[in-house]
Nanobody
Framework: QVDLVESGGGSVESGGSLTLSCVAS????????LGWFRQVPGQEREGVAA????????LYTNSVKGRFTISEDNAKNMVYLQMSSLKPEDTAMYYC????????????????????WGQGTQVAVSS
């Protein structure tokens, strides 16, 4: 059983754009906090963005503010990450994640608090 499935990754040149998509299985039930994390081999998983579906509030890590936009379509159980002005340092495996409850403050610093995870989609940005 796969709870979350990501798509949309790929290779792009620096300055380009990509949009990642994630569909949530109905088996995980209603969740309010949907997030995107990324990980480079040998490094810790980094929280990129999160959205609280209860009020649409969003969180971003500083390095992506103004370049990435997280959004969701509750009717379709989808969450998206629009990425623009991509940089080589954005290269990573990107994971969709979900949790119930708090979706504010430093939640992006606490990946283990997200219970459901996808298998990831690779993003490669060349200089």
């Amino acid at each position: 059983q796969v709870d979350l499935v990501e798509s949309g990754g790929g290779s792009v040149e620096s300055g380009g754009s990509l949009t990642l998509s994630c569909v949530a299985s109905e088996s995980i039930g209603p969740v309010n906090c949907l997030g995107w994390f990324r990980q480079v081999p040998g490094q810790e998983r980094e929280g990129v963005a999160a959205i609280d579906t209860r009020d649409g509030s969003t969180l971003y890590t500083n390095s992506v503010k103004g370049r990435f936009t997280i959004s969701e379509d509750n009717a379709k159980n989808m969450v998206y990450l629009q990425m623009s002005s991509l940089k080589p340092e954005d290269t990573a495996m990107y994971y969709c994640a979900a949790r119930k409850g708090i979706c504010e403050g430093r939640i992006l610093d606490h990946a283990p608090l997200f219970y459901w995870w996808g298998q990831g989609t690779q993003v490669a940005v060349s200089s």
